[in-house]
């Protein structure tokens, strides 16, 4: 026992000191001496008054030039001042400095440093990948419903005609052969754009429509955009997103930054190739040629120039995609010589897409005020 | 031990004793520890500058002490960041979803909503920043504090803010120095209550001059350059008068970086000496007396000293500040070391997460 082993020290160890305290009910200095029974009692006495109380009482607060302070557990703003030079029987009994903190204190500041440093580098690596394996394995209702909570219907802004849902619908058929299908629709916004929300979504915009010279041209964007959603890109971008604004509210400590960091999401251009040869896939299952996918790129790389293509930073998750060039040779690279291919959509449901805006009444216009 | 303490105008009432080089051996280890904890260490690593800060600051014949804790700091952030900061993110999310839906101006007043909460949040962090430091600040045991929260300082903020912008920004000296006195009559230290009585008619002309100084010198910047063009041409013709020119457009962004910037600091210098002046505490009264050539000196100073050292020196910037601002306030009066008994205030249990989230300082 502890105490057992106090007692048995030799008794000259009890000693007193002087000392100086505040008792933390006014600002008067006490001057006066220490007494330690070489034990577990101190007793502080100023000119006759004495006030006594455990060693465990006393807690470090701080350390001065020449002078350590000491606080009291059960008397709030004690502060005994010692000096610095204590006898090491009485120092030993007192509690020991700290300096970094409980944890850094205990280990040592060099095994921390390492310590922390581990832990740190692995949650980085944690978060930095977590959107790629992550962002697959979230249930596709899931997405659904986050998509509906951030798009809704999309403020009746996608156009609706018989006809031009027929059209839509066959074509969709054709890039997306599975069961449940996603939801495709074309927006009335006269942008040559075309993007895959969160919750399977896929919009055309009626600027691009407006500019495809045949279908095949529309099939190969939409089978792009079908191949974001069913490669689970989007979850992923979405999720990278979340994190990246995560990160930035932590690094400068203001939480007014984290809303800018939600308007420049965008796929890798991995995530880009990999919706590409999703799109030709499907094309050469279903037999569209994808020479019209390839003069669609050509264009715009003549428009635009052969570079990276910015996404619009107004709807934060449309896409920046790899050089027009580069994909259009792609696309032309995967025509089959000599090939036969049928037209995928008819001369009149080619026009019906192309008139669907302008002939559905109730469409709302696109504008930001 | 009973007694009054009179100071003398010979020495100042605050002593920094601190050197930098024992803050070196605080600050390097906090930078190294704040990165490889990805920046969590920073809240002890503050806690453990301002501890070294205040134990070497003296107050007539005894050191301040700091009693906060990192914990608390931390769980001040923690706190904010859920109380404040997950509805800020939620109501954001919500308002683009709005614009999406169709609800453009829905979606815009909402926003705007949120940036009204944080400029009132503004508000109520630099007063609770105030109230954290006075109530973890102990001189002989003794603390300061506040019995205010500060929510009703967030809306006095506010408005006094926008009324200061409104008439083109003229009368933001007022509110600069009505939002100083109403926060700092909020405060106590022991039993007494701070007074401050700032004036801001006696910082209106330094203002002014801040204020009319851009119109002068894009005056005055032309004149120059065209008296370098007309120089340049009677040394060089043509060629000399384009030189000329130039040399005349550089002396004028000079001006209105350089130039603009000195007069900035010669109203802050102003200002700040009359708002300490102006702040009393029971029978004692505060100066502050660095003049507009020490502010730009300890300017520079951190300019040279943080690219000197390819950015490292960032850690002693505070050091430099707390230095500065202690060795040039004095105060002189009476105390009554009988009458000063400990603050009934309440406090607060966690740090200034606000003002930590904000990322300003309080004083």
Known sequence: MLSTWARSEPMEENFSLAAEWYDGTNALRHSGVLRWDGADRLTLDASGMETQFDVADLQFAENRPDQIVYRRETVPDFRLILPAELPPGLAARLPAESNYGAWIDRLGLGRSVAAFAVVSAAAVALFLTAPDWLGPRIPASWEREIGEAMIGD?????????????????????????????????????????????????????????????????????????????????????????????????????????????????????????????????????????????????????????????????LGWLASHPSAGERAEAYRDAAREGADYPPVLSEAEFAALKSMCEDDPDVEEFGFF | MNGSHQNEDADSAFAFEGNWQDFAKIALPNLLLTIVTLGVYRFWATTRERRYLWSRTRFVDENLEWAGTGMELFFGFVMVFVLFGIPYFGLSFVAQALVARGYESLGIALSAVAALAIFYLLGVARFRALRYRLSRTRWRGIRGGSNSNGFLFGLSYMWKTALGWLPLGLLLPWSMTSLWNERWNRMSFGPFAFEADARSGNVFARFLLFYLSPLVFFIGGMVMAAMGMLAGYGIGGEGGAQIGGIIGMVGLILFFYLGLGLIAVAFYAKYYREVVGATRWRDLGFHFEASSLDWVKLLLGDALLVVLTFGIGFVFLSYRHWKFFVTHLDAHGEILLDELTQSQTRTARHGEGLLDAFDMGAI
């Open chain 1, 154 to 314: 999309f403020g009746g802004r996608i156009c609706h005609t018989p006809a031009g849902d027929a059209a839509l619908a066959k074509l969709l058929d054709k890039v997306d052969p599975a069961e449940e299908k996603v939801r495709a629709g074309i927006a009335n916004m006269d942008m040559v754009n075309a993007v895959a929300l969160p919750g399977g979504q896929v919009l055309l915009f009626d600027g691009l429509v407006q500019q495809a010279e045949t279908p095949e041209e529309l099939a190969g964007v939409l089978g792009h955009e079908v191949g974001h959603v069913r490669e689970r890109h989007v979850m992923t971008a979405l999720l990278r997103q979340f994190g990246l604004s995560i990160l930035l509210a932590g690094a400068d400590s203001g939480v007014t930054n984290s809303v800018f960091g939600l308007a420049a999401m965008g796929y890798s251009r991995e995530a880009e190739r990999e919706a590409d040869s999703y799109a030709r896939a499907r094309m050469r299952e279903s037999r569209i040629s994808p020479l019209g996918a390839a003069g669609f790129f050509e264009r715009m790389a003549e428009q635009h120039g052969d570079r990276e293509e910015e996404g619009s930073a107004v």
